[in-house]
């Protein structure tokens, strides 16, 4: 065996193949980024409050330029990055990320909702029940 052959792996797709009854891929909306998001409560909070970006970029110790990437969501910042970022809007880390998150779920739902097939149907995504004890969300999981 070759160290090329060694070096290859199987892929195992996250999301199913589509087929000729799904959507074309440009007719749904793009699945959103974590980083995008982020950025996008930053930019939000930042102009909610009237400030600008060099104003929030000193009071978090955070380069200028860096912040305006991470706001347009060019960078993946780190959690402390995004901490200082939060502290300096007067936030604090977990609610950044809760407003991440608030905007992640509604954009999903409607990107589900733009869908054509119901949601369960093949290839799209559907609640697995659990046969072990009850997980923190309920014991239902959602599958790929």
Request: glycine share 8%; hydrophobic share 40%.
């Amino acid at each position: 065996m070759t160290i090329r052959a060694t070096n290859q792996a199987d892929v195992i797709p996250l999301r199913p193949l589509p087929t000729a009854a799904d959507p074309a891929p440009r007719d749904l909306p793009r699945e959103p980024l974590w980083r995008d998001l982020v950025g996008e409560v930053l930019r939000r909070e930042r102009r909610a409050q009237g400030r600008t970006l060099k104003d929030v970029s000193e009071a978090s110790r955070i380069s200028m330029a860096y912040l305006s990437e991470v706001e347009r969501g060019r960078k993946e910042a780190s959690s402390e990055v995004l901490a200082a970022a939060a502290q300096a809007l007067g936030l604090s880390l977990a609610d950044i990320l809760a407003l991440a998150g608030e905007r992640l779920v509604s954009l999903t739902a409607a990107r589900t909702r733009s869908r054509s097939r119901p949601l369960g149907a093949a290839g799209g995504h559907r609640p697995v029940r659990t046969s072990g004890p009850a997980s923190p969300m309920g014991g239902v999981l959602l599958a790929a």
